[in-house]
């Protein structure tokens, strides 16, 4: 007898061939799809008899069919008919899909419903959209020339005073907010990095570096570093993908602090890898404690992250060394040389400026510190004299007056370090076993503090008692000093402690008063 059964639910199945008559592949799966996307197999022959098998397949036309359910889906599908399927680029839009859960398996990432409001919109004046980064229930939109907030499952409704009230909503992005200032990310974003409610970045074409916070958007360039932005965020060069500069930003968990590598665009070389080497970088710190840019660095990192307390860096290789080093920074492991990036060990330096009684004239006699054994003066030059200053020898006038026609200063010798300055009355010298008495031509130790004289190197000039090097101390304003570790050297070959930890806590200097 006849009987009439309700259907609840349909689906759809495809049969489909992957070879065609001539026993080539037809398409691969779905149409579209390469072969190298891991599609159906192909060809598969049956070798005793020459004969193509199993070149068939069965394909669920709906688009919630997942690999290896139980069942297929219940439930109809609609479909939409695209007449211009042709892609377009929205440079300054947002756009988001179905949800995604894990923990129930559904997943509608591939779904976007043109029946509801999917679309966020901003101003196109304010460039393209480089980076979002969502934090809590906000998500953070950097434009090139702006940087707005966008709530996540929430909307802002404003009084008629202008007071905003965040409230709850299905939309998934809320109408974006601009945050104030004329500040964006320009086009780069590998300088974002990212620590606790913070945020920082640069924006190369207001030639600034940006902190966002609660409080708003931050210029931290201004701390001390202004002048050095303003000129080397200038020559990072975006013109071309190949020629394009980079600022790559990262935060070092271990040091709390945001390491901004610049790396411009020119000079340049391309390395066995077939990246593009930059041969004129800074890397450099921010410290958020003490307000301040606190440290350059020797190494040129190609991407840096934190992990559990730890930070690491990466590099780009050598043509030499073509594989990308990985770099683990701030190792309390022994054998790890400090100051060693990538393999190379370099050596620490601290710049600093004695500038006491910043109106008189000064003539600095003896530099001392307090700190490791190891340190060594590299150098200790005072302020310019300026063009055009009456001197001797330099340019003779008509008249036969004489001038000095470009800046002059005093500069000192290089003040050894305690072990490296060591030699004996046998012209024996440090690292070579010392008979005693032991002298030193750098520093020198007294209760447990270093001390040396500061030897002047500079030319013979009128009104000197004792000329050039026969002088001691170094006459100016004020007077730049750097500081470094000693490392081997054609006529030293060993440094004290090479590589080991070196700490400095004060420099100071004795200074009098000019006759003049």
Do not use: C
Not at 172 to 183: D, H, K, L
Not at 205 to 215: E, G, Q
Not at 484 to 508: C, L, N, Q, R, W
């Amino acid at each position: 007898m006849a009987a009439v059964v309700e259907v609840k639910y349909f689906n759809s199945f495809v049969l489909k061939k992957t070879v065609n008559s001539s026993n080539a592949p037809a398409w691969n799966g779905s149409f579209g799809i390469p072969g190298s996307e891991y599609g159906y197999p192909q060809n598969v022959v049956d070798t005793s008899s020459a004969k193509i098998i199993r070149n068939w397949a069965i394909e669920e036309s709906r688009i919630r069919g997942g690999y290896n359910n139980d069942s297929a889906e219940y439930g109809p599908r609609a479909y939409l008919v695209e007449e211009e399927p042709d892609a377009t680029v929205r440079v300054n839009s947002l756009i988001y899909s179905g949800i995604f859960n894990s923990t129930t398996g559904i997943n509608q990432s591939n779904v976007f419903n043109v029946g509801q409001d999917i679309t966020r919109s901003l101003s196109p004046a304010n460039g393209t959209i480089q980076k979002l980064y969502a934090q809590d229930y906000y998500l953070t939109i950097f434009q090139e020339n702006k940087v707005s907030r966008a709530p996540i499952n929430k909307n802002i409704i404003y009084s008629a005073e202008g007071n905003p009230t965040v409230t709850t909503s299905n939309l998934v992005i809320g109408e974006p907010q601009a945050y104030v200032g004329n500040f964006g990310i320009s086009r780069n974003p590998e300088s974002h990095a990212v620590y606790g409610f913070r945020q920082y970045f640069t924006d190369k074409d207001r030639n600034a570096v940006l902190r966002l916070s609660n409080d708003g958007l931050t210029e931290i360039q201004r701390y001390g570093m202004y002048d050095f932005f303003r000129d080397k965020l200038s020559e990072l060069d975006s013109s071309s993908p190949l020629r394009a500069g980079k600022a790559i930003g990262s935060w070092d968990i271990h040091t709390k602090q945001y390491v901004l590598s610049l790396q411009p665009a020119s000079p340049y070389t391309v390395n066995a890898l077939g990246k593009t080497e930059t041969n004129d970088y800074f890397t450099l710190s921010y410290d958020e404690e003490v307000r301040g840019w606190t440290s350059f660095y020797n190494y040129k990192p190609a991407f840096g992250t934190s992990l559990k307390n730890k930070f690491y860096t990466f590099d780009n290789g050598t043509t030499s060394a073509p594989v990308a080093n990985f770099y683990q920074h701030n190792s309390q492991d022994p054998t790890v040389k400090r100051a060693e990036f990538y393999g190379t060990t370099y050596n620490a330096s601290i710049t600093f400026i004695f500038n006491p009684n910043v109106s008189v004239s000064k003539v600095f006699k003896t530099i001392n510190y307090e700190g490791s054994n190891g340190w060594q003066v590299d150098s200790i030059a005072s302020d310019f004299t300026g063009i055009g200053s009456v001197n001797t020898g330099w340019e003779t006038t008509s008249t036969g007056q004489t001038y000095n026609m470009s800046d002059v200063q005093d500069v000192s010798n290089t003040i050894y370090s305690y072990n490296q300055g060591a030699y004996d009355n046998y012209k024996n010298q440090y690292p070579a076993q010392l008979i005693p008495p032991i002298n030193r031509a750098g520093f020198n130790r007294k209760e447990n503090k270093y001390f040396a004289n500061i030897v002047s190197n500079s030319p013979a000039t009128a009104g000197e008692v004792r000329f050039g090097n026969q002088m001691t101390g170094i006459k100016g304003h004020f007077v730049t000093v750097t500081m470094s570790t000693d490392a081997p050297t054609t006529k030293i070959s060993s440094g004290t402690d090479y590589g080991g930890m070196k700490e400095i806590f004060a420099v100071s200097s004795e200074y009098v008063g000019s006759s003049y």
